[in-house]
């Protein structure tokens, strides 16, 4: 059902004036004519000035006298008394008072999330008194802190640096510290009373060698006894290893990552050795694999016959890693590439141990299709991965080339039609030559009988279907191929000829619309 439209012209308000009625004003007489001014009278005479009288006459000054003759020196007088002291004054005002005494330049905060157990940094306050190798706490609570030193403090920003931690109570991430300086060793207590002397070993012997008025025991090399008489070696194994021959019951120290797993025994395993098994796994390090990449430039859609100037090849290579490294030669799973292989028109392999690499071609025609080149790896073989106890982890990586990685260039006509104006055939963006064709064709409007089409290489699949997009129900609805006639066009396509069927609208004027031509 059509829809009524009623249009309604808006009032336009004007300006008006307001004027008021009356009669009319008489004409204004004429000014009269200005009085002349009076003339000014004649000033007085100034009277004369009286003379003036005589200064007297200046009278002579009198003769000097002689000079009187020196009169003798009188006799010293004798010391007066001392006076009497004076009373004591009064009391002085008070002195201002000092200036305060600087704050503790040490105790700070930090809100820094950071987890206990390793090295770090955390911002605290600034214009600290921090340097160096200061010895610092750090404290969440009573529970959970850590002591370690410092690297660098950075008293403008408050940056705070510091070691791996001496040591450590309790675990976990926190972002509210304390942070003073950790508090000095004590000095040395005082020495204990010496022992009272043991009694001395007069005879030893290992079965063979008997050694008098023994001298001393070194247990470094087992237990060597020497005395006046000889040296002899003495069986402590006893007492100084570990043997068990019942199985260990559970994992140590966990089941995650046990160095001494579940079933292990031990034959005559040293204090030494024992300690070192429990304190210090064996830990493994991670493998990373390697990895390449290729690429080709330019790669993709490309018009037949065009002339592509350089074409590039590119290819990198990734040694993969060993993390961490422990005592491995090198911390890469794999020894340098030397080779970067090539395959394709106009290339060939490049000799190469850097990580990156490439090649080109010049001048290189497109055809029809696609057109593919290859990329490829050599690389030598890797350094043998180790645990953290210097024992062989997995093997080596050989020698090897990577898999091969193929880029192309997919040679195509383009298709040209309707979709700016009905008198222009414009060339659509590339498509692969073996799917459907779609196609924004403009409104059939202006007269003149020009109508919508598109042009189709002869080199394309057939043509078998059409589809018109349905906006309301928002899919693609089948419509008659025959809605469209078609003629022979040529087109000239990167100087060459090439044959083209133009498909052009026979039916009624039509608006814009999406088309899809099924091939």
Avoid at 65 to 91: L, N, Q, R
Wanted: aromatic content about 8%; charged content about 5%.
């Amino acid at each position: 059902m059509a829809n009524n439209i009623r249009f309604v012209d808006s009032l336009k308000v004007g300006s008006y004036q307001t004027v008021t009625e009356g009669g009319s004003s008489g004409s204004g007489g004429t000014s009269g004519t200005s009085g002349t001014s009076g003339t000014n009278g004649t000033s007085g005479t100034n009277g004369s000035s009286g003379s003036s009288g005589t200064s007297g006459s200046t009278g002579l000054s009198g003769s000097s006298g002689s000079s009187g003759t020196s009169g003798i020196a009188g006799a010293a007088g004798s010391s007066g008394t001392s006076g009497t002291s004076g009373t004591t004054g009064a009391t002085g005002s008070s002195g201002t008072s000092g200036t305060s005494g600087t704050s503790d330049k040490y105790a700070t905060t930090s809100t820094t999330s950071f987890t206990l157990g390793g090295n770090g940094t955390i911002t605290v306050g600034t214009g600290l008194a921090y340097t160096s190798a200061q010895s610092i706490i750090i404290v969440y609570d009573v529970s959970n802190f850590q002591e370690c030193e410092i690297t660098t403090y950075n008293s403008a920003t408050g940056e705070l640096v510091f070691q791996s931690p001496t040591r450590t109570v309790g675990s976990g991430t926190y972002t509210s510290w304390s942070v003073n300086l950790d508090g000095a060793s004590g000095g040395a207590g005082s020495s204990g009373s010496s022992g009272s002397s043991g009694t001395s070993i007069g005879t030893v012997t290992d079965g063979t060698t008997t050694v008098t008025d023994v001298t001393t025991i070194d247990f470094n090399t087992g237990a060597t006894v020497t005395g006046t008489t000889g040296t002899a070696t003495v069986d402590i194994s006893a007492a100084t290893t570990y043997t068990n021959a019942t199985a260990t019951p559970i994992n140590f120290p966990s089941d995650d990552d046990p160095n001494i797993p579940a079933g292990t025994t031990f034959s005559n395993k040293t204090f030494s050795e024992m300690m070192t098994l429990m304190l210090y796994p064996t830990l493994n390090p991670s493998l990373t694999n390697i990895s390449r990449t290729f690429s080709l430039s330019p790669s993709g859609l490309q018009i037949i016959g065009a002339t592509i100037g350089t074409l590039t090849l590119s290819s990198t290579f990734n040694r993969g890693a060993i993390n961490p490294q422990y005592t491995a030669a090198t911390p890469y799973r794999s020894g340098n590439p030397n080779q970067y292989n090539y395959g394709g028109t106009g290339v060939s392999n490049q000799v190469s141990t850097s990580l990156s690499n490439s090649t080109t071609t010049s001048n290189y025609v497109v055809v029809q299709g696609n057109q593919s080149w290859t990329g490829a790896v050599q690389y030598d073989a890797g350094p043998q991965p180790k645990d953290s106890a210097g024992g062989d982890f997995s093997s080596p990586l050989p020698a090897g080339t990577t898999n091969t990685i193929t880029r192309t260039i997919n040679g195509v006509y383009p298709v040209f039609g309707t979709t700016v104006n009905l008198s222009t055939s414009t060339q659509f963006s590339l498509q692969t030559m073996t799917t459907l064709i779609q196609a924004s064709l403009v409104t059939e409007s202006g007269g003149g009988g020009l109508k919508q089409y598109i042009e189709v290489p002869n080199a394309w699949s057939t043509i078998t279907g059409l589809q018109q997009f349905n906006t309301l129900s928002n899919v693609y609805d089948t419509i008659l191929l025959s809605s469209f006639t078609t003629s022979s066009v040529t087109k000239t396509i990167e100087g060459q000829s090439v044959n083209y069927t133009r498909y052009t609208h026979n039916g009624g004027t039509i608006g814009a619309r999406i088309l899809r031509f099924l091939t």
